[in-house]
């Protein structure tokens, strides 16, 4: 699924590197969790991964694409495309329910909304499936989203990110907010959801309690030769 090979790094005006990674696979299906602490790189290295930055050397592959070799624009399809992500603080938009958030995940991809089709579904119709299967009730998926609870939000984050299928889902920091109960419920809702379709899962906290969750963890210190 993903494949990351001499990767450098670097922010304007930085003497410094953020990132050098030699080396870092990640399998179709897998569930990774990356974990290191606040100012590690890990922000960094997710927007490499969504192709929001582009690096000064080496190569990102994703499901065989190069996002080096693509412009903004094709990064921007590809991202819309093939990526789910789950922010930390959500991105929701207020005012509207849950059911409109969800269907924004796939207003931009002509290739989410044929996987739709494909199921012979609608936005509307998977996003309540979705809203249901992570467990937030019918009266509240049509509430405003401001008047929902942080878990109920986080939620809806993680059902805009699945919906149309996208084969890669980036959660950064999503239960940063929970307390232990509904954070282990909740991976294990994001889990399921992940099985339906083989997505991969990359996870990333500064929480390493939550590792042995996971498939397999990778700390950034110990493949980031810029943190050496």
């Known amino acids: 699924m993903i494949q990351i090979s001499d990767l450098t790094f670097s922010w304007p005006g930085q003497s410094n590197p953020t990132l050098q990674i030699k080396d870092l696979q990640i399998k179709t299906g897998e569930r ?22 582009c690096a000064q050397q080496g190569n990102i592959k994703i499901l065989n694409e190069d996002l080096s070799a693509l412009n903004d624009a094709k990064r921007d399809k ?4 093939h990526i789910g992500t789950i922010f930390q603080n959500f991105n929701l938009l207020p005012y509207l329910s849950p059911i409109d958030n969800v269907v924004l995940g796939c207003n931009f991809s002509k290739r989410r909304q044929a996987n739709l089709k494909t199921e012979g ?17 019918k009266n509240t998926q049509h509430r405003a989203v401001n008047e929902l609870s942080i878990g109920q939000q986080q939620r809806v984050a993680a059902a805009r990110a699945f919906i149309g ?4 889902i980036i959660a950064d920091e999503p239960t940063s907010a929970l307390d232990a109960d509904n954070r282990d419920i909740f991976i294990r809702q994001l889990f399921e959801q992940a099985q339906q379709y083989q997505a991969t899962i990359l996870f990333v906290s500064h929480d390493a309690s939550l590792a042995p ?12 030769g810029a943190s050496l």
């Open 32 to 53: 990774l969790f990356l974990h290191g602490p606040s100012g590690s790189g890990k922000s960094t290295l997710l927007s490499l991964l969504a192709g929001i930055q």
């Open 78 to 81: 590809f991202r819309a495309d």
């Open 121 to 137: 579904a609608t936005a509307t119709s998977q996003a309540t499936r979705l809203l249901d299967e992570l467990g937030l009730d």
């Open 165 to 168: 299928r996208p084969e890669f």
């Open 213 to 224: 969750l996971f498939d397999r963890k990778v700390s950034l210190a110990d493949i980031n």
